[in-house]
């Protein structure tokens, strides 16, 4: 087992609490929080990116979160001994993170009637439901994440950016812009293992007149951002970032 698993899990498992916490907030009844809006939920996802990668370095681990990063990180190196070890801890992660969501906000759960607004507080669905825009939406939103991250964390950037400790600031800051500009279609999965956990605990956990969990559409959150970040990472690559 490489370094760096328990961090990819408990570092996951901070992203999707915090994350999914947020569009739980937002959409279950009797919240505090409720209706808030896109804004609250794009930025505590930026938040959540931020205090899951700050988890993970601390514990070991390049705090990728993602499988498609780890992929995307994987073709720029030419090694992949870590892919299956940290999805698999990622995915993980995630379920975990989403068995957390449903118990802080165990009585809301019952007050909800809207079985898709329950489900959304674990996994992504599109706002227009078509295959294939649905898919460029993933492709393209994780391509960005996965090349932007690249840069940030690039020798030209280190040389003459920000100081040490701040990445996980920009990779936040990153979500949250890909969240504004490009997340309105699909609610920007642009992560498998953060679609995957949740939608698993989803179909397993006792929520109340829950309905199915999705799963025609479980295949473009992970096809997708798998396909972004292979893209994104042979470019970076081919540039030598």
Same mark, same amino acid.
């Given at each position: 087992?490489?370094? &760096?698993?328990?961090?990819?899990?408990? &570092?996951?498992?901070?992203?999707?609490?915090? $994350?999914?916490?947020?569009?739980?907030?937002?959409?279950? +009844?009797?919240?505090?929080?409720?209706?808030?809006?896109?804004?609250?939920?794009?930025?505590?996802? &930026?938040?959540?990116?931020?205090?899951?990668?700050?988890?993970?370095?601390? @514990?070991?681990?390049?705090?990728?979160?993602? =499988?498609?990063?780890?992929?995307?990180?994987?073709?720029?190196?030419?090694?992949?001994?870590?892919? $299956?070890?940290?999805?698999?801890?990622?995915?993980?992660?995630?379920?975990?993170? #989403?068995? %957390?969501?449903?118990?802080?906000?165990?009585?809301?759960?019952?007050?909800?009637?809207?079985?898709?607004?329950?489900?959304?507080?674990? @996994?992504?669905?599109?706002?227009?439901?078509? =295959?294939?825009?649905?898919?460029?939406?993933?492709?393209?939103?994780?391509?960005?994440?996965?090349?932007?991250?690249?840069?940030?964390?690039?020798?030209?950037?280190?040389?003459?950016?920000?100081?040490?400790?701040? $990445?996980?600031?920009?990779?936040?800051? %990153?979500?949250?812009?890909?969240?504004?500009?490009?997340?309105?279609?699909? $609610?920007?999965? /642009?992560?498998?293992?953060?679609?995957?956990? =949740? +939608?698993? #605990?989803?179909? /397993?956990?006792? /929520?109340?007149?829950?309905?199915?969990?999705?799963?025609?559409?479980?295949? /473009?959150?992970?096809?997708? =951002?798998?396909?972004? &970040?292979?893209?994104?990472?042979? %470019?970076? +690559?081919?540039?030598?970032?």
């Amino acid at each position: 087992m490489p370094n &760096g698993v328990l961090g990819e899990f408990l &570092g996951t498992m901070v992203l999707i609490l915090l $994350g999914n916490g947020v569009v739980a907030g937002v959409l279950l +009844r009797k919240s505090k929080a409720e209706n808030a809006g896109w804004m609250a939920i794009t930025t505590g996802w &930026g938040f959540a990116v931020m205090a899951g990668v700050f988890t993970a370095v601390a @514990c070991g681990s390049e705090g990728h979160l993602n =499988p498609a990063v780890t992929v995307g990180a994987a073709v720029v190196s030419g090694n992949f001994s870590k892919v $299956g070890w940290y999805s698999a801890a990622q995915t993980a992660g995630a379920i975990v993170g #989403a068995c %957390l969501v449903w118990l802080h906000y165990l009585p809301h759960w019952r007050e909800t009637p809207e079985a898709d607004l329950k489900r959304a507080c674990f @996994c992504t669905a599109p706002a227009i439901r078509s =295959p294939f825009a649905n898919l460029m939406s993933e492709i393209i939103g994780t391509f960005v994440l996965v090349l932007v991250a690249g840069a940030i964390f690039s020798k030209a950037v280190a040389a003459t950016g920000p100081a040490a400790g701040l $990445g996980p600031y920009l990779v936040g800051s %990153l979500v949250w812009g890909i969240g504004l500009s490009l997340g309105g279609t699909t $609610g920007y999965a /642009i992560n498998p293992a953060r679609d995957l956990g =949740p +939608r698993i #605990a989803h179909a /397993i956990l006792p /929520i109340p007149k829950k309905e199915g969990s999705d799963w025609g559409y479980a295949a /473009i959150p992970i096809v997708g =951002p798998i396909v972004g &970040g292979i893209l994104a990472g042979a %470019l970076v +690559r081919m540039v030598h970032f």
